[in-house]
């Protein structure tokens, strides 16, 4: 990684494909891989169709900054996507996802999009009340779309504070609800 940040605070940067073990790096101390495989967040980072920014800190030295946080935004014809936000569990409450989701959404304005989208575990309570203060409101419900949470979380990653999920699937396995909301960005 490039000298990009201080230690003080974080540094916004567009994500290239030279970044790719970042977010993996990122992925995998969470425990919840939102990007795919290695394969699909290299493509995803080389996408000119998608915009992909991440909050580096450090020390300021070559090889010492460190991606705190993410976020990927995918570009439609008329609208864009979230497609991904992740922020290191010891740095959330710090307000890094409301900055990025913030960035999201002026990347989609200045691609002349008219809508933001997104969906969201209907049991990730933190994240539906990020989205709603940032003025997104509520589209409808994909009934029983997430497959069960991986396991073992711990107790601190978001969704695992709030309603079970509901129950989907012949074998009666856990599945959640996504919450598909939007943000509007133009009078279209």
Same mark, same amino acid.
């Given at each position: #990684?490039?000298?990009?940040? +201080?230690?003080? =605070?974080?540094? &916004?940067?567009?994500?290239?494909?030279? *970044?790719?073990?970042?977010? $993996?790096? !990122?992925?995998?101390?969470?425990?919840?891989?939102?990007?795919?495989?290695?394969?699909?967040?290299?493509?995803?980072?080389? %996408?000119?169709?998608?915009?992909?920014?991440?909050? #580096?800190?450090?020390?300021?030295?070559?090889?010492?900054?460190?991606?705190?946080?993410?976020?990927?935004?995918?570009?439609?014809?008329?609208?864009?996507? !979230?497609?991904?936000?992740?922020?290191?569990?010891?740095? /959330?409450?710090?307000? !890094? $996802?409301? =900055?990025?989701?913030?960035?999201?959404? %002026?990347?989609?304005? %200045?691609?002349?999009?008219?809508?933001?989208?997104?969906?969201?575990?209907?049991?990730?309570?933190?994240?539906?009340? !990020?989205?709603?203060?940032?003025?997104? +409101? *509520? *589209?409808?419900?994909? /009934?029983?779309?997430?497959?069960?949470?991986?396991?073992?979380?711990?107790?601190? &990653?978001?969704?695992?504070? +709030?309603?079970?999920?509901?129950?989907?699937?012949?074998?009666?396995?856990? /599945?959640? %609800? $996504? /919450?598909?909301?939007?943000? +509007? &960005?133009?009078?279209?």
């Amino acid at each position: #990684m490039n000298a990009r940040s +201080t230690a003080s =605070k974080p540094v &916004l940067v567009r994500l290239t494909e030279a *970044d790719l073990p970042c977010v $993996a790096a !990122l992925e995998e101390a969470s425990g919840w891989p939102m990007g795919g495989s290695e394969a699909q967040l290299a493509a995803t980072l080389a %996408d000119p169709a998608m915009a992909v920014y991440g909050l #580096m800190v450090g020390d300021g030295q070559a090889g010492g900054d460190e991606l705190a946080a993410y976020a990927a935004v995918a570009r439609l014809p008329f609208e864009a996507e !979230l497609q991904a936000i992740l922020v290191d569990e010891a740095r /959330r409450g710090q307000g !890094l $996802a409301r =900055k990025l989701l913030a960035v999201v959404a %002026d990347q989609a304005r %200045d691609w002349g999009s008219e809508r933001l989208l997104l969906e969201v575990r209907a049991g990730n309570a933190p994240a539906i009340a !990020l989205y709603r203060a940032a003025g997104f +409101t *509520d *589209d409808g419900v994909r /009934r029983g779309y997430y497959p069960p949470c991986p396991a073992p979380q711990p107790a601190s &990653l978001p969704g695992q504070e +709030t309603t079970p999920p509901r129950q989907a699937g012949a074998a009666g396995a856990a /599945r959640e %609800d $996504a /919450r598909l909301m939007s943000l +509007t &960005l133009c009078a279209g």
